[in-house]
């Protein structure tokens, strides 16, 4: 997106309409299965429920201004280190990703491969 001047690509990837398309890209893909879709979706939109009000949720249905960032990984990093919500909610997500790591035992780059391809081909074969 920064690449075709359209800034970072944040204010894209924060709308529904974005939302959408990540769920039909991923239901073709995984063949139609609906959990991984559906898990991808409700990822998403918590996400996006987390960044609220600062997304354009109902673009292109409602005009919107995006702002077109030089350096989106520094104003990243400063909000990390000067906003107590960022912090929150990123010590809070890395919290869930340890638990998710230490619930399913993937202690290693391997495992968490070998779980991913096991999880999809079982969901598949359903």
Same mark, same amino acid.
């Given at each position: 997106?920064? *690449?075709?001047? @359209?800034? %970072?690509?944040?204010?894209?990837?924060?709308?529904?309409?974005?939302?959408?398309?990540?769920?039909?890209?991923?239901?073709?893909?995984? +063949?139609?299965? $609906?959990?991984?879709?559906?898990?991808?979706?409700?990822?998403?939109?918590?996400?996006? &429920?987390?960044?609220?009000?600062?997304?354009? &949720?109902?673009?292109? *249905?409602?005009?919107? !201004?995006?702002?077109?960032?030089?350096?989106?990984?520094?104003?990243? @990093? *400063? %909000? /990390?280190?000067?906003?107590?919500?960022? !912090?929150? $909610?990123?010590? /809070?997500?890395?919290?869930?990703? =340890?638990? =998710? &790591? #230490?619930?399913? +035992? @993937?202690?290693?780059?391997? +495992?968490?491969?070998?779980?991913?391809?096991?999880?999809?081909?079982?969901? #598949? !074969?359903?």
């Amino acid at each position: 997106m920064m *690449f075709l001047g @359209l800034g %970072s690509g944040r204010g894209y990837s924060h709308t529904l309409l974005f939302v959408a398309a990540c769920y039909v890209i991923t239901f073709l893909f995984t +063949k139609r299965k $609906t959990i991984i879709p559906n898990s991808l979706t409700i990822g998403i939109l918590f996400h996006l &429920l987390l960044d609220l009000p600062e997304v354009p &949720l109902l673009y292109p *249905f409602f005009n919107y !201004q995006f702002i077109y960032l030089e350096d989106p990984l520094s104003s990243w @990093l *400063f %909000s /990390l280190l000067h906003d107590p919500v960022v !912090q929150i $909610t990123e010590v /809070l997500g890395l919290i869930f990703l =340890i638990i =998710i &790591l #230490i619930h399913n +035992k @993937l202690y290693g780059i391997r +495992k968490m491969f070998t779980f991913i391809i096991e999880s999809n081909v079982i969901q #598949i !074969q359903e």
